[in-house]
Nanobody, 117 residues
Framework: QVQLVESGGDLVQPGGSLRLSCVVSGIIFRFNTIGWYRQAPGKERELVARITSGGSTNYADSVQGRFTISRDNAKNTVYLQMNSLSPEDTAVYYC???????????WGQGTQVTVSS
C-alpha cells in the first residue's frame, strides 16, 4: 500500500521561506516522477512542481524562480524549498505521482502553509 506523508508546513511571514518534505512508501520510489500540488481555499488543486526519476524538474509559472523541488532516493523523500513566499502561496500542499491529468496514488493528509503578517 502506497503512503504519502507530507510535513514542514507552518505559518510564515511574507518574504519568508519553508522547506516541505514528502516521504513515500510502498513503491520503488526512484522510478517515479513525483509532484508537489497545492489547494487554496475555494480553488482547485494545482500542480506546482514535479521531478522525474532522472532529476528533471518543471514548475508552474506562479512559483518559477522561487520554489525548488528535489529528491533523495535513499530516503524516499521529495522536498520543496519555497522562498519569497507571498500570501498567494497559502494553501494545503500535497505530493503525489502525476499521470497526465490524474495522479497514481491516494492523497495524503497534506501540510498547511499559511503566509501572513
Amino acid at each position: 500500500q502506497v503512503q504519502l506523508v507530507e510535513s514542514g508546513g507552518d505559518l510564515v511571514q511574507p518574504g519568508g521561506s519553508l522547506r516541505l518534505s514528502c516521504v513515500v512508501s510502498g513503491i520503488i520510489f526512484r522510478f517515479n516522477t513525483i509532484g508537489w500540488y497545492r489547494q487554496a481555499p475555494g480553488k482547485e488543486r494545482e500542480l506546482v512542481a514535479r521531478i522525474t526519476s532522472g532529476g528533471s524538474t518543471n514548475y508552474a509559472d506562479s512559483v518559477q524562480g522561487r520554489f525548488t523541488i528535489s529528491r533523495d532516493n535513499a530516503k524516499n523523500t521529495v522536498y520543496l524549498q519555497m522562498n519569497s513566499l507571498s500570501p498567494e502561496d497559502t494553501a494545503v500542499y500535497y505530493c503525489n505521482a502525476p499521470s497526465g491529468r490524474y495522479v497514481l496514488f491516494t492523497w495524503g493528509q497534506g501540510t498547511q502553509v499559511t503566509v501572513s503578517s
